[in-house]
C-alpha cells in the first residue's frame, strides 16, 4: 500500500483553498464536464479526472471512465491517488506503466481500478496546487510530447474554470449579503431605472411609503413618492440623464418632499447613486429617510439656541484643538469680544488660557469620561483678567463625524452671581443639547431585556441600567400585551420575520407612551431563533396632532357651509341685478334698432350707432356676470340641440355688429345651445376688435365627428408666457390697452365645455392670433 507522502498535500493553507472552490459537494461544473470529455476524446484515454486532492481523499469535481463502484462515489482515499504526487512535487507526473514506476507501483490503484498508464498536470488557483487534471489508460502507454502538451493547456482552463466557479459563487454570496442588509435597514432603500420605473423596493420602503414591494416594483417612482407639484422637475429631470448620460445629483445629499400611499406629505434626506448597466443605461439608488421629526428638533434646537444665546451664561462650542463655532452673547458680554472678532479662532489663545494643570491631562479627562470642569483664568479683550468657573463637555459633532466640546463659562468673582449664573447655564444646556432619537431595545427569547439605548429607556422614564434583565412585556400597557403576544407567535411560527404595530407603552411617571414598534426576530445560520430586535418610535405628538386636525377638519366644514349659504345670497343678488338691468336694456336695444332703421340726418345715425354698441357691450357684460356666477355656483348646464353652423356664424356677426367674411361648409349642423354659441362667438369676435386689429375672417371645417371654428385676426398675438393661462380666470397681458377683466375667455372656456365642446387658441401664420371652437356634429335624422 503506498503511504500517503508529506509536504504540500497536507498543507493547511491548500486544503483551505481547495474546500474554498465549493467544489466538494457541489454538482458537476459544466464547464470541467466538457473539460475531461475534451481530454478523454483529443488524447484517446478512456478515463479523464479534474482531482482535488485533500490530506485524506481525493475528490473528483469532474469524471470521465471511471469504472464503479468509483464513478459513483466520486473520491477514493489517497491510498488510491496518482494525483497525490502531482500536488507534491508541484509539477507533472507522466507514467507510461506504473507497475514498473518506483513512485506508485504499490498504489491500490493498480489493482481496484485498473489505472496502468497516467499523465496528470498540476491545477494551479491563486498561488495554491489544488490538485490535478490527468488521462488515465488501463493499458501500458507512451504518452507523446503532443498529448502532454494538450493535457497541459487543458489544465490551465481547468484552473479557470475553476476560478470562474468561485467568482460566480462569491458574486452570489455578496448578492445575498446586500438583499440581507436590504431587508434589515431602517432606511427605504429604493432603485429606478433611467426611465424612472421602480427595480427595487426594501422592507423598510414598505413601511415609509404604505406601497408593498409587489405594487411598487415596475412602477413609475413619480406616481409613488413624488408630490405632484414635482413630477414634471422629476421627469425633466430623468429626461435630461437620458440624454445625456450623466446626473448632476448623484452623489449629493438631497431633502425634498415626498408623499406616502395615503397623501401624507413629508421631508425626507436620501443620498443619490448613479451605476450603468448593460448598454450604458443608468441605474439609480437611493436610501431615503424621513426627517420630519429631525426638522422639528432642528426648529426646536434653533429656539433653543436663541435661549442660550441670550443666557448671562458664557456658552461656547468648539473643536478639540480649539477652533471656535459658537459664541453667545453670554460670552460677549463676559470677554468684551463680539462673535464676529471670534469664530474660527483659538480660544485658548485668543483667551491666554491658564489651566489648573497641564492641558494634555484636560485632554485625557474629555477623552476617557466625556467631560472636565475647573476653574480657570482667562484675558478679557480689555486685558483684564477673569476667573472662570468652566465645564467642558464631549460629544459628537452636528455633522455625525468627529467631536466637539461644549464649554460653559461662568465668572466666579462674585461667588453669589456665579453660582446662579451656573445653574442657569446648566439648565440651558440640558434644554439645548437633550437629544431625542428612535428607541432601541434587544430581547431575548425569554422576554427579558438583554440591551437598551437611552432613547428607549428615556422615552419609559427609566435608565438603561434599570431596564436590562427585566420584562420588556411590563413595560407594555396591558390592554396592548395580546396583540404582542399574536404578533411574536406569527414569527415563531414562519409567518415572516418582522412585523409592526402601534400601542402604549407605560411611562414610570403613570402616563401613556404612544409608539409605533417595529420587531425583527434574528435567526442563526441554521435558522434557529437567536433574539429579537425591536425599533420603537414616539408617536404621542403625532397621535395628538391627529385629533387636533380632525377638529379642525370639522370646524373648517362648518365654516364652508355657511360660505355656500353666502354664495347662494350673492348669486340671488346678482341674478335680481341682471333682471332689473336687462328689462330696460332689451327696450334700448329695441328702440335703438327701431332708429337704426330710420332715415335720420348724420349725426343721429352716429349716436345710434353708438348707443347700440353700448347697449350690446352692456348686454354682452350682463350675460358674461350670470355666466360667471353660474360657474362660481357650479350651476352652468345646457340643453344641447341641433344648430345650423353656417346660419350661426353669420348671426354672431350681425351680433357683433362686424363686417367680416363667414366661410362654412353648406348643412354642417352642431349639437349646441344657440345662446351659448353666439356669446362664444361673439366674444371671441369682439376680442378680435379690442387686441388684433379686427377679426379677419370666421371660419369652419369638419374634423372628424367635429367641426371646428376658427376666428382669425392679423394683430401682434397672444405672448408666448400667456398662452399656457389664456383661458384661466383673470388672464390679460399686463401691457393691453384694451379695457376688461380677464374673464371673458374663461367663460367662453367653461360655456365650450358645457357643451361638449372645448376652446384652443394657435398663433396665425406669419402673424396674429386665431381663436377656436371645437363641437361635436350632430347625427343624421
Known amino acids: 500500500m503506498a503511504v500517503l507522502q508529506q509536504g504540500r498535500v497536507d498543507s493547511p493553507g491548500r486544503v483551505a483553498a481547495v474546500r474554498a472552490t465549493g467544489l466538494l459537494d457541489a454538482g458537476e461544473a459544466p464547464g470541467l464536464r466538457r473539460l475531461t470529455r475534451l481530454a478523454a476524446r483529443l488524447l484517446g484515454a478512456p478515463t479523464a479526472l479534474v482531482s482535488l486532492v485533500l490530506d485524506d481523499r481525493q475528490v473528483f469535481a469532474s469524471q470521465i471512465g471511471l469504472p464503479q463502484p468509483w464513478a459513483d462515489l466520486g473520491q477514493t482515499p489517497l491510498s488510491h491517488s496518482f494525483c497525490q504526487h502531482v500536488v507534491n512535487g508541484d509539477q507533472p507526473l507522466v507514467v507510461s506503466d506504473a507497475r514498473e514506476h518506483p513512485l506508485v507501483r504499490d498504489n491500490l490503484a493498480i489493482t481496484e481500478i485498473g489505472v496502468i498508464a497516467y499523465a496528470g498536470m498540476p491545477i494551479r488557483v491563486g498561488g495554491e496546487t489544488l490538485g490535478a487534471f490527468c488521462a488515465i489508460d488501463v493499458e501500458p502507454r507512451a504518452w507523446t510530447a503532443e498529448h502532454l502538451a494538450i493535457l497541459e493547456d487543458l489544465a ?27 431587508e434589515v435597514s431602517q432606511d427605504a432603500y429604493v432603485s429606478i431605472d433611467a426611465d424612472g420605473l421602480v427595480r427595487e423596493w426594501n422592507p423598510a420602503a414598505e413601511r415609509l411609503f404604505g406601497w408593498s414591494r409587489d405594487e411598487a416594483v415596475g412602477m413609475d417612482l413619480s406616481t409613488l413618492i413624488v408630490p405632484e407639484a414635482h413630477r414634471e422637475a422629476h421627469r425633466r429631470g430623468l429626461d435630461r440623464v437620458r440624454s445625456t448620460g450623466k446626473s448632476v445629483l448623484a452623489g449629493q445629499r438631497l431633502e425634498l418632499p415626498a408623499v406616502d400611499r395615503d397623501g401624507r406629505v413629508f421631508p425626507v434626506e436620501f443620498t443619490l447613486q448613479a451605476t450603468n448597466i448593460g448598454g450604458g443605461r443608468p441605474v439609480f439608488h437611493a436610501f431615503l429617510h424621513d426627517i420630519s421629526a429631525r426638522r422639528t428638533a432642528e426648529e426646536q434646537l434653533r429656539r433653543q439656541a436663541e435661549l442660550i444665546d441670550a443666557a448671562p451664561a458664557s456658552v ?82 452636528a455633522g455625525g463625524t468627529g467631536q466637539e466640546i461644549i464649554e460653559t463659562n461662568t465668572d466666579i468673582t462674585e461667588r453669589r452671581r456665579a453660582e446662579q449664573a451656573r445653574e442657569e447655564s446648566e439648565r440651558r444646556f440640558r434644554v439645548q443639547f437633550h437629544q431625542s432619537t428612535i428607541g432601541q431595545v434587544i430581547v431575548g427569547l425569554d422576554g427579558n431585556i438583554l440591551h437598551v439605548n437611552d432613547a428607549y429607556a428615556r422615552m419609559v422614564g427609566r435608565s438603561a441600567a434599570e431596564l436590562t434583565g427585566s420584562g420588556v412585556v411590563l413595560l407594555t400597557h396591558p390592554d396592548d400585551r395580546d396583540g404582542d403576544t399574536e404578533a411574536l407567535a406569527g414569527l415563531f411560527a414562519d409567518d415572516g420575520d418582522s412585523y409592526e404595530r402601534t400601542k402604549r407603552l407605560l411611562h414610570a411617571d403613570g402616563h401613556l407612551v404612544d409608539v409605533q414598534t417595529g420587531v425583527r426576530l434574528i435567526r442563526d445560520g ?73 332715415d335720420l340726418p348724420a349725426p343721429l345715425t ?142 367662453v372656456s367653461s360655456l365650450a365645455q358645457a357643451n361638449g365642446g372645448r376652446v384652443g387658441y394657435r398663433p396665425g401664420v406669419p402673424s396674429g392670433s386665431v381663436f377656436t371652437l371645437r363641437l361635436e356634429i350632430a347625427p343624421a335624422g
Request: charged content about 20%; aromatic content about 4%; proline content about 4%.
Open 156 to 182: 490551465a482552463a481547468v484552473s479557470s474554470e475553476i476560478e470562474l466557479v468561485q467568482s460566480a459563487q462569491h458574486a452570489e454570496e455578496n448578492s445575498a449579503l446586500v438583499r440581507r442588509i436590504l
Open 316 to 397: 461656547i462650542v468648539r473643536d478639540p484643538d480649539g477652533t471656535i463655532r459658537f459664541w453667545n452673547q453670554g460670552a460677549e458680554q463676559m470677554y468684551g469680544w463680539p462673535a464676529d472678532a471670534v469664530l474660527g479662532r483659538n480660544i485658548h489663545r485668543l483667551l491666554t488660557t491658564v489651566f489648573p494643570k497641564p492641558l494634555s491631562e484636560v485632554e485625557q479627562a474629555l477623552a476617557t469620561t466625556g467631560s472636565w470642569h475647573g476653574e480657570l483664568v482667562h484675558r478679557r479683550a480689555d486685558g483684564k483678567t477673569v476667573v472662570a468657573l468652566s465645564r467642558f463637555v464631549s460629544r459628537p459633532a
Open 526 to 598: 441554521g435558522g434557529r431563533p437567536l433574539h429579537l430586535i425591536g425599533v420603537v418610535q414616539d408617536i404621542t405628538e403625532q397621535t395628538r396632532a391627529r385629533h387636533e386636525r380632525d377638529a379642525t377638519q370639522a370646524v373648517l366644514a362648518e365654516r364652508n357651509e355657511q360660505l355656500q349659504r353666502a354664495n347662494q345670497l350673492k348669486l340671488d343678488l346678482m341674478g335680481m341685478l341682471s333682471h332689473d338691468i336687462g328689462t330696460p336694456l332689451t327696450a334700448i336695444l329695441g328702440y335703438g334698432e327701431v332708429l337704426s332703421e330710420a
Open 606 to 747: 352716429a349716436l345710434t350707432t353708438r348707443i347700440m354698441n353700448g347697449a350690446h357691450r352692456i348686454d354682452e357684460l350682463r350675460h358674461n356676470v350670470l355666466a360667471m356666477c353660474k360657474l362660481d355656483a357650479g350651476e352652468l348646464t345646457t340643453v344641447r340641440q341641433p344648430v345650423l353652423l353656417g346660419a350661426a356664424l353669420q348671426d354672431a356677426v350681425d351680433a357683433a355688429d362686424m363686417a367680416v367674411p363667414v366661410d362654412c361648409p353648406p348643412g354642417v349642423t352642431v349639437l349646441a345651445n344657440p345662446a351659448h354659441l353666439r356669446q362664444i362667438l361673439v366674444n371671441f369676435l369682439t376680442n378680435a376688435r379690442k387686441y388684433g386689429g379686427g377679426a379677419t375672417g370666421l371660419s369652419a371645417v369638419v374634423v372628424g365627428g367635429e367641426a371646428e371654428v376658427s376666428v382669425t385676426d392679423e394683430g401682434a398675438g397672444v405672448p408666448a408666457e400667456l398662452r399656457p393661462h389664456l383661458f384661466e380666470r383673470y388672464t390679460r397681458a399686463e401691457d393691453s390697452l384694451a379695457e376688461g377683466h380677464g374673464l371673458g375667455l374663461h367663460i
